[in-house]
């Protein structure tokens, strides 16, 4: 193992590149380093992100954004690190919400679920907003097995499972979508590049060579792919779609000056559990576990089995893993008094989990809890119990 020295790795910079930069670097100090410094790296990174976040230049970028592109996009994903909407699609952090599960597998019933995705929803219709609710599934063109774990690596299990979110989607928002539009999305981690679904079996892969080389070409390939898209909606739609390009584009250009390695394994290390993850930008370094499924051991115990085969295959040093517990709060007083217990109930509750599944493991477990200040994207950290 070539872990460098601590000191010496301290100084290793995250491989994000800012609000909108990419995520590809070889630097291996994220996944050798001792897990004391690798928790340390992971912390002063969420540091570094509410910093930018509440930077005057990146808050003009989002209120510049939002004024120009009012319709609300959330995004239901995978827990998989390599599923990063803002970086692929080279949008202001802070634009994209997004709620992730364990193989972006969801049931708008889950009382949890349904409540915050009604009130987000119900939110954004206050304000005159429409909302578009991108329902994704990741795979990899080069090798299955760089697919969806959560799925067991079958893409047409993820799909079908995003096409039967779309329902409910429509069942809660109505059959028309006119202000809650259900998209099914595919996310092709190879390339990082977004495939879009019509419900009529059509679907517009941004990986194409031929997809879009104009915005008047593009304009047109999305009002044919989805003509029942409210216009203003389309015209929102598309910025994110010409950032997927402009993306894809850059990667290429990377891989021919071969300064990009195709992510090829799981190489987590952390498991996060709650909300507001969104400067964790680094690939396959966290497994992100929604507070979501009314049975929340599930995802748990998947995620714990994956850091421990991790280790097991000598992918992380087998000396930790770290269990950070988050949960966001808008207001203070009794908003963050609650979000404390539920971090702290969230925390024990996964710990308790993994010491019985895997108590070997769980004796290398760096439990921290926290809550994040939503506003201003800063992780407050508090006692684990
Ligand atoms: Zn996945």
């Not at 800012?18 to 897990?35: E, L, M, Q």
């Not at 809650?180 to 517009?204: I, K, M, N, R, W």
């Amino acid at each position: 193992m070539n872990a460098p020295e601590p000191a010496a790795a301290l100084q290793s910079e995250p491989t994000t590149g800012g609000a909108t930069g990419t995520t590809h670097s070889a630097d291996p100090f994220v996944h050798h380093a001792p897990i004391a410094a690798r928790i340390d790296w992971l912390f002063r990174l969420a540091d570094r992100h509410g910093q930018a976040f509440r930077g005057p230049d990146s808050w003009l970028a989002r209120e510049r954004y939002l004024a120009r592109h009012p319709t609300a996009v959330a995004a239901l994903k995978c827990m998989d690190g390599r599923v990063n909407l803002s970086v692929a699609t080279q949008t202001p952090v802070g634009i994209l919400m997004p709620f992730r599960n364990l193989g972006g597998m969801f049931n708008l019933g889950w009382p949890h679920l349904g409540e915050i995705l009604t009130q987000y929803v119900m939110d954004r219709v206050r304000e005159g907003r429409r909302v578009l609710l991108l329902i994704t599934y990741h795979w990899s063109r080069g090798d299955p097995l760089r697919g969806c774990a959560g799925f067991h690596y079958n893409r047409e299990a993820s799909m079908a499972h995003a096409w039967a979110i779309r329902e409910q989607v429509r069942q809660l928002f109505g059959q028309d979508s006119s202000t809650v539009y259900p998209l099914v999305c595919g996310f092709e981690t190879d390339q990082e590049a977004l495939l879009l679904h019509s419900a009529h079996g059509q679907s517009l892969n941004m990986a194409d060579e031929g997809t879009g080389a104009t915005h008047e070409e593009l304009q047109q390939q999305v009002a044919a792919l989805l003509p029942d898209m409210p216009g203003p909606m389309r015209a929102d739609l598309l910025p994110l779609l010409q950032g997927n390009l402009r993306h894809v584009a850059h990667l290429r250009t990377l891989a021919e000056r071969r300064e990009r390695d195709l992510v090829t394994e799981h190489r987590e290390w952390a498991i996060c559990l709650g909300r507001g993850f969104d400067f964790l930008h680094t690939p396959n370094t966290a497994l992100i576990v929604g507070p979501y499924s009314p049975d929340l051991a599930h995802p748990i115990r998947t995620a714990a089995q994956i850091i421990q085969d991790n280790m097991k295959q000598g992918r992380i040093p087998d000396d930790g893993f770290l269990l950070l517990a988050s949960v966001p709060y808008d207001t203070l007083g009794v908003e963050r008094a609650r979000a404390e217990l539920k971090a702290r109930f969230m925390g024990q509750f996964a710990a308790g989990v993994i010491a019985e599944a895997f108590p070997a493991l769980a004796e290398r477990m760096h439990r921290h809890t926290a809550v994040l200040d939503w506003s201003a994207r800063r992780l407050e950290f508090v006692s684990p119990t």
